[in-house]
């Protein structure tokens, strides 16, 4: 989840929301890549979820993490809730989940090296204590009730609303996790362009990625239960958003779509002021009944803008949210799939013919078989395994044409970080195929294995 944003004086006109946006294109050379992602803690002995306080415990692996590597911590009500170093930060999820949100970077290869440095220092603070953390789409065993809800004013304003608006909202922040990248554009047509791949092919992510086909103890019927959620927790801010590609779509298009997302908050002074369910129209007219006579500030709209969950998001950047998160060489995968098909111009024309015509219909029910047969959904004729297929080849052309060397130009460029896309493409097996055979194989039903042979 994002953190609260700052600057930007106050907004006098709805340009300036549309301008926000726009400012975000950036020459090809300025383009990076920010990978993020979310791993469970637990407690070696019981395999509980690791509690807020505690000797071991979320505000102990933050405290090790800052006094051991030096990052600076981020308080809220002066409890420590996240961590911030050289432009990435490591934050909290609702239900303890730790999250890496990286740093703006040029390249797969130093992406990948920031992960794994960041899950070497975690893995040196959980050894410590008697912790361990492990990447999945969903958390395999835990109830509702052994997740503790973290100290962010944010987060107990989204409990109590989420369990107004859907069914599956209080699920997805407390016991889901994904992995995602965050890419530039470089004009409103490069950023239509690229919206429109992103979202027609979430669902080939999902697939790809599935990683969560456990649920309180016991197989739930689908390869994402993650994604599952997602479709159950608020329509009003969720989905694949069918005017993305209806002519004329862009920038003044996405404002008009976020003003008609209702709010959750607006942060001031370092508390968050419930405005759940309100309208930023109203906010932008004075009128919003939280904060009467006051007007939005750019910084308000930044942090509104966080408050939409499609399958792929716009602020400055794009944001593909389709995948559960996953093993250590999965975490590298994820970006560079997605640099692939966004950051060579060929590429992208070949990712977008690949899905030009696709309807609404069958884009939508895509992403639902995605989350319950992973690969092997199929709808209207289309195969995911034959769609990943093509997109995973797209891909690799692009991050060959890129050449991005790595290792001091050892590597010539990035295309081996799609090594376990290739494989799961070849076999069909994704990670959620993979546990399933363990669960009904050898593991013979005792889904406790799971933490000590899949842990990072």
């Not at 509980?48 to 306080?53: A, F, G, H, N, R």
């Not at 959620?229 to 608020?234: A, T, Y």
Request: proline share 5%; glycine share 10%.
């Amino acid at each position: 989840m994002s953190i609260p944003q700052s600057g930007g004086g106050p907004i006098t006109s709805y340009e300036q929301l549309v301008g926000y946006l726009e400012s975000g294109c950036k020459p090809v050379a300025d383009w990076r890549i920010g990978t993020e992602h979310e791993k469970f803690g637990y407690c070696k002995d019981s395999l509980l979820p690791l509690p807020y306080e505690g000797d071991r415990s979320i505000r102990v692996m933050l405290e090790g993490l800052r006094d051991t590597f030096n990052w600076a911590p981020v308080l809220e009500d002066g409890k420590i809730i996240g961590l911030e170093k050289d432009g990435a930060n490591v934050s909290l999820e609702p239900g303890g989940a730790l999250e890496l949100s990286g740093a703006p970077l040029e390249t797969i290869h130093e992406t990948c090296d920031e992960v794994n440095v960041h899950l070497r220092e975690v893995q040196e603070v959980a050894d410590r204590i008697g912790a361990g953390f492990i990447g999945l789409g969903a958390a395999p065993i835990w109830t509702h009730d052994q997740m503790d809800l973290m100290p962010k004013g944010r987060y107990k304003l989204m409990n109590d609303y989420m369990a107004r608006v859907g069914s599956m909202g209080r699920i997805m922040m407390r016991r889901t996790c994904t992995v995602q990248v965050n890419l530039d554009f470089g004009s409103e047509a490069d950023m239509v362009q690229k919206m429109r791949v992103a979202l027609a092919l979430q669902p080939v992510a999902t697939a790809l990625f599935a990683n969560s086909p456990f649920f309180e103890g016991k197989p739930n019927g689908h390869k994402s239960w993650r994604s599952r959620s997602w479709r159950e927790l608020d329509a009003a801010r969720t989905g694949m958003l069918p005017f993305v590609f209806e002519d004329g779509f862009g920038f003044e298009r996405w404002v008009d779509y976020a003003l008609d997302v209702p709010m959750y908050f607006v942060y001031r002074d370092g508390t968050y002021v419930n405005a759940l369910g309100m309208s930023f129209r109203d906010f932008l007219d004075g009128k919003l009944p939280a904060l009467p006579g006051e007007v939005p500030t750019l910084s308000d709209w930044a942090d509104h803008l966080t408050t939409a969950f499609p399958e792929a998001r716009m602020k400055k950047f794009i944001e593909m949210r389709g995948a559960d998160g996953g093993p250590w060489r999965r975490l590298c995968a994820l970006p560079a799939f997605w640099v692939g098909l966004m950051y060579h111009q060929g590429a992208l024309d070949a990712a977008w013919d690949l899905v030009k015509d696709l309807d609404a219909g069958t884009r939508d029910a895509l992403r639902v078989v995605a989350s319950s047969h992973g690969l092997q959904g199929t709808v209207n004729g289309v195969n995911l395994h034959d769609l990943a297929r093509e997109a995973v080849a797209i891909s690799q052309s692009g991050l060959a044409a890129r050449a991005r060397p790595g290792a001091g130009g050892m590597v010539p460029d990035e295309t081996h970080f799609l090594n376990a896309l290739h494989e799961t493409v070849e076999t069909g097996m994704t990670p959620a195929d993979e546990l399933l055979a363990r669960y009904h194989g050898d593991w013979k039903g005792d889904l406790t294995r799971i933490y000590a042979e899949y842990s990072y």
